[in-house]
């Protein structure tokens, strides 16, 4: 026994040699930097490219694998991944963190402070990019063979700063200092056509032939980051495309002295990857985003389809070898490039290429919000893609024709089903398109997924029953867990073995020593540890002092009216007016943590952002509230900043209006962490009380059902408010520039709305979450108690694992087989 505990030492110390002797290599030859020289982004760049070594030797058997056996490939369609920084995911799934840890430090380095230099990539804008982030890791995790397809933005989302309470918003810059992780692949390019005309060709066997002739090309150059699955079993590819011009320098023209005139086409071209659109379940509504959305899923199909015929040989295998997945409506024009490409360029009949298509791809919807569900004028469309709006004329028409036929057809049902919407202009419907071009249409929590069939796809339910299933999101807990809260991962790994990761339902283990006081030290201590860790990043960056042991309560997420911020602000408000009214009761000490960005165009979400800034203001600096509540807005929220605040949190707002989130994702990571949740039965809340138990979870406000009865009797909020003095109070004190003594009308018309226009059911919830809050309280006073309610979240939140949400569409809608990670 002795011996195997040296040897493994032994081993250890050879494994943080070899690392170290390889780091000094890289910063030498890779980065080009003396040891005395280098920085600590050098120091990080030579570690990313030893870490990077490894997985790329198993990346390559891994293709070289499935290239051999030929199985069938997911292809992963996404307009966002936001994936974060990458060296600790790295590190942890080829599980090289300790000897990494310990050949940096024979060399003076601190690994956890190179943690901290890498950016932050940003390619998304909140939980429909990072899911798709998460869904590639469990991907691999699972050895599923499979490629993430989407675009290198220049620039994520933007840095988000606040001045004087106000969002300001800066370019984010991640590409500044290179990026070790990608491999550039310029052999690898497609011609991506926009606008121009169609020739058709009249063929000797009376059939007619198309042809489209672009007039505007732009290259899609690809970049491949591999993606490591747990424990390094399996590798997949990451590969986003960058759009250049087919001929970046007009020679002509800079000959004659037009300097500027001879980049026009670069820049123009360029821009399509040049910055990710800043909206979250908001529209774009204009044409840049439609060029994205075309640019990389043309490019990502003739990428697929290249790769199937060099494999396979036969376009007509397509379907069997290839599972493609729409990540909302964004990739949804695929369908119709699909179409032309079987049709068009492969001579593929249309019935049999109408076949394979639907056989080939799925879609899954992300939001219910109708400002989010894509649309395109006719007229934007014809002149950007013309073929494909022949193709979606032709798919609409044969469509219809079915339709119409069955019994219960209405002239209604059909303008409703139709891809068209003739109501608003004329304007091409991209979730329809995204239906029926899909075997399976999927919403992302139950609630979600039976909302869809009564509400946005109720007809087309109707007319094609059977095609919307549930695919329940998931989170993945390398990241979320032992990445995020290595001290509690050990705890949890002490109860339940060292397999955790590999089975997070191995989780359930914990729910018997919940109980348990000594385990709920040790729990209490791992939350403690993080909490202190949180209130000095606080006081670094806001110069603000919190108190460890106060009860942290955070609300992380992008800022939208149907998240309800406003909510938690009045809140808060309410309960700062009533220890000024008794200051010497035995207040429990409370942090409200806000962070999350506003979309830089919505002026309302910018200006509750301003509200809670002017809040904490007040707040925390009023002597009668001796540090008993303080309020926190941490600027620009990112996936790195919530791996500090979600293992620090003790109460989680997931507040929205019901039937308004379509899952969240948020909520997950932090109940597994051991957060318990206030919140509204709403997205995947619902599953989480099931999980958790009723009694673990603080649940308020109405329900979709009630929501949807009482926004029919009307949205005035001057009921709630007579029968509730506090809110009145509050809403009162708001609108009279008690919190922005500066500008005393600020917040007039915010709460104007809520008044009169509480689409969001901000008043008609506010008692009920206000005494959820009560409830709240009184369970912290009982630590017991809290602790163990706390750990049974952990406990019972495995089922949330991405690896499940994964497996579950590799069995219903892909059709590929998984293998679990640690077994060989
Ligand atoms: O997708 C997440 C869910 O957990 C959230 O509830 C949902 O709000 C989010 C347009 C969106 N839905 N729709 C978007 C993002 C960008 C954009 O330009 C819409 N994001 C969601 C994962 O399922």
């Known amino acids: 026994m002795d011996i195997k505990v040296e040897d493994r030492a032994a081993s250890d110390a050879d494994a943080a040699a070899a690392i170290k002797e390889a780091i000094l290599n890289k910063l030498i030859y890779s980065v080009g930097k003396s040891l005395e020289a280098a920085s600590s982004h050098d120091w990080f760049v030579a570690t990313a490219f030893v870490a990077r070594d490894r997985i790329v030797e198993r990346w390559l058997a891994s293709i070289d694998e499935v290239n051999r056996t030929g199985r069938k490939q997911v292809y992963y369609l996404s307009v966002e991944f936001l994936i974060g920084r990458l060296l600790f995911d790295a590190l942890t799934n080829m599980e090289m963190v300790e000897p990494t840890r310990a050949a940096l430090f024979a060399l003076g380095v601190d690994l956890d402070e190179l943690r901290e230099v890498e950016p932050d990539a940003a390619l998304g804008n909140g939980g429909l990019g990072r899911l798709a982030a998460c869904f590639m890791e469990s991907l691999a995790t699972l050895s599923i063979a499979a490629f993430g397809y989407g675009i290198r933005y220049d620039h994520g989302l933007f840095r988000q700063r606040i001045k004087d309470g106000r969002q300001l918003e800066y370019p984010e810059e991640w590409l500044a200092f290179g990026n070790p992780w990608e491999f550039q692949r310029p052999e690898v390019d497609y011609e991506i056509g926009f606008g121009g005309r169609i ?108 790769r199937h015929l060099r494999q396979h040989g036969g376009i007509l295998s397509l379907a069997d070898k290839v599972a493609i997945q729409l990540n909302d409506t964004h990739p949804a024009i695929a369908v119709a490039e699909l179409m032309r490409i079987l049709v068009d360029l492969h001579d593929v009949p249309w019935r049999d290429a109408w076949a394979i298509t639907q056989a080939t791809f799925g879609y899954t919807n992300h939001t219910l919000l109708p400002e989010a569900l894509e649309t395109w004028p006719v007229p934007l469309m014809e002149r950007l893609l013309p073929r494909h709006m022949q193709i979606i004329y032709l798919i609409n028409a044969i469509h219809l024709d079915q339709a119409s036929k069955l019994a219960d057809s209405t002239g209604e049902r059909l303008a409703a089903i139709s891809l068209i919407d003739e109501a608003h202009g004329r304007r091409v419907r991209m979730g329809h398109l ?73 989780l359930e283990k914990v729910a018997a020593v919940a109980g348990d006081a000594a385990f ?43 998240k309800r911020q406003i909510l938690n602000i009045l809140e808060t408000i309410a309960v700062y007016d009533m220890i000024r009214a008794q200051p010497m009761r035995d207040w429990i000490p409370r942090v409200k943590i806000f962070s999350g960005k506003a979309a830089a165009s919505y002026a309302t979400a910018k200006l509750i952002i301003q509200l809670a800034n002017d809040v904490a203001k007040i707040v925390n600096a009023d002597p009668t509230v001796r540090g008993i509540l303080k309020v926190v807005f941490l600027p620009n929220y990112n996936v790195s900043l919530a791996e500090r605040i979600i293992p620090a949190a003790d109460l989680s707002e997931q507040i929205s209006t019901a039937g308004m989130e379509a899952s969240g994702t948020g909520n997950m990571k932090l109940a597994l962490n051991g957060a318990l949740t206030i919140g509204t039965l709403d997205g995947a809340n619902v599953e989480i009380r099931e999980k958790v138990g009723a009694d673990n979870i603080f649940i308020f406000g109405l329900t979709a059902e009630e929501v949807e009865a009482h926004r029919h009797r009307g949205i005035d909020g001057s009921d709630a408010i007579n029968r509730s003095a506090k809110l009145a109070e509050v809403l009162e004190a708001i609108a009279s520039g008690v919190f922005s003594p500066d500008e005393p009308d600020r917040y007039r018309g915010l709460v104007d709305i809520l008044i009169h226009h509480d689409y969001f059911m901000v008043t008609a919830d506010f008692e009920s979450y206000y005494e959820a809050q009560r409830a709240v309280f009184r369970r912290w006073r009982d630590k017991r108690s809290w602790w163990r309610a706390a750990a049974l979240n952990t406990a019972h939140m495995g089922w949330f694992s991405s690896d499940r949400t994964i497996a579950e569409y590799a069995k219903d809608i892909w059709d590929v087989p998984v293998k679990p990670p640690g077994r060989g």
């Open 434 to 506: 995204a239906f029926l071009g899909s075997h399976k249409v999927n919403g992302v929590s139950r609630l979600h997924s039976d909302l869809l069939k009564v509400t946005v796809f109720r007809e087309l339910d109707a007319v094609l029953p059977g095609r919307i299933t549930n695919k329940t999101n998931g989170v993945t807990f390398r990241r979320w867990l032992k990445e995020a809260n290595p001290g509690l991962t050990s705890l949890l790994t002490e109860v339940v073995g060292d397999r955790l990761l590999d089975d997070a339902r191995l």
């Open 199 to 306: 020739e058709a060709e009249h063929q000797p066997d009376g059939t007619v032939k198309h042809v489209w002739l672009p007039g505007e090309t732009v290259e899609a150059v690809a970049y491949d980051t591999p993606i490591a699955g747990w424990r390094g079993a399996h590798i997949n590819t990451l590969r986003l495309w960058s759009a250049r011009a087919p001929d970046p320098l007009r020679l002509d023209k800079f000959n004659s002295g037009d300097h500027v005139g001879a980049l026009m086409d670069q820049v123009r071209a360029e821009s399509i990857s040049k910055v990710l659109y800043p909206g979250d379940t908001t529209p774009a509504g204009q044409e840049l985003r439609l060029r994205q959305e075309f640019f990389f899923a043309s490019a990502s199909l003739q990428d697929l389809v290249l």
């Open 520 to 562: 709920q030290e040790r729990y209490a201590a791992e939350r403690r540890a993080n909490k202190v860790a949180l209130a000095k990043l606080v006081r670094h960056r806001l110069g603000i002092k919190i108190d460890p042991d106060a009860l942290f309560d955070v609300q992380i997420k992008r800022i939208h009216e149907y």
